[in-house]
């Protein structure tokens, strides 16, 4: 069975960067689909992005260019690169495996989660 760990959270002054990581163990991912997703206190899991087993990537609309979803099959490593952080970029981010429905844009297409990462950014 796989295993999510997300690493690379912290705090963040507005306009700086993180690189979130999400490793997996217990079983290669080279074959699935992989998303980041965000949730804020008091607010519904927000889709970030998601990416393909051959690198194709897709964001949601809000995101505006400034985040980029990449990963390293021979890692089993996903990553999220933030750039031009806002304070509502501030939530727990989390990776998530694809369970290979074809449905990628909401929580219900992923089997398997990791525990979250925090990313605070402040003004």
């Known amino acids: 069975q796989v295993q999510l760990v997300e690493s690379g959270g912290g705090l963040v002054q507005a306009g700086g960067s993180l690189k979130l990581s999400c490793a997996a163990s217990?079983?290669?991912?080279?074959?699935?689909?992989m998303g980041w997703f965000r949730q804020a206190p008091g607010k519904e899991r927000q889709f970030v992005g998601w990416?393909?087993?051959?690198?194709?990537?897709y964001y949601a609309d809000s995101m505006k260019g400034r985040f980029t979803i990449s990963r390293d099959n021979a890692k089993n490593t996903v990553y999220l690169q933030m750039s031009s952080l806002k304070p509502e970029d501030t939530a727990v981010y989390f990776c998530?495996?694809?369970?290979?429905?074809?449905?990628?844009?909401?929580?219900?297409?992923?089997?398997?989660w990791g525990q979250g990462t925090q990313v605070t950014v402040s003004s």
């Open positions: 990416i393909t087993n051959h690198g194709g990537t």
């Open positions: 217990g079983r290669t991912f080279s074959r699935d689909p």
């Open positions: 998530a495996r694809g369970d290979n429905s074809g449905s990628y844009f909401a929580p219900t297409g992923y089997d398997v």
